[in-house]
């Protein structure tokens, strides 16, 4: 088992930057695919990014790609996400997750383990 947390985030205005962090203790952290998801009010949890074990591959939505960045430090243990050029539309709590199997798809009900979620508000 292993426990998420987040920390970071906080408001930005439109244009801005933000970086968002998780720590995880408890199980080996590097046996674990690393992802981003956030959820706005009302809305369904979306998928962000996504990074793989090793860091090699890393995933991104497309409202994100070229704007967020992924990275993982497994001697660390932590997972972070960089958000440059905000917009609006990405705020929302960001929560970390983590998933010891494979998930192509990076859907939600994939990932074992989450935070408790960090609040990222982008004012316009």
């Known amino acids: 088992q292993v426990q998420l947390a987040e920390s970071g985030g906080g408001l930005a205005q439109a244009g801005g930057s933000l970086r968002v962090s998780c720590a995880a203790s408890?199980?080996?952290?590097?046996?674990?695919?690393m992802a981003w998801f956030r959820q706005a009010p009302g809305k369904e949890r979306e998928f962000v990014a996504a990074?793989?074990?090793?860091?090699?591959?890393?995933y991104y939505a497309a409202s994100v790609q070229g704007r967020f960045t992924i990275a993982r430090d497994n001697a660390k243990n932590t997972v972070s996400l960089q958000m440059n050029s905000l917009k609006p539309e990405d705020a929302g709590v960001y929560y970390c997750?983590?998933?010891?199997?494979?998930?192509?798809?990076?859907?939600?009900?994939?990932?074992?383990?989450w935070g408790q979620g960090t609040q990222v508000t982008v004012s316009s």
């Open positions: 990074v793989s074990r090793t860091g090699g591959t890393k």
């Open positions: 408890g199980r080996r952290f590097d046996i674990y695919d």
């Open positions: 997750a983590a998933d010891s199997g494979f998930s192509p798809e990076h859907r939600a009900s994939d990932y074992e383990y």
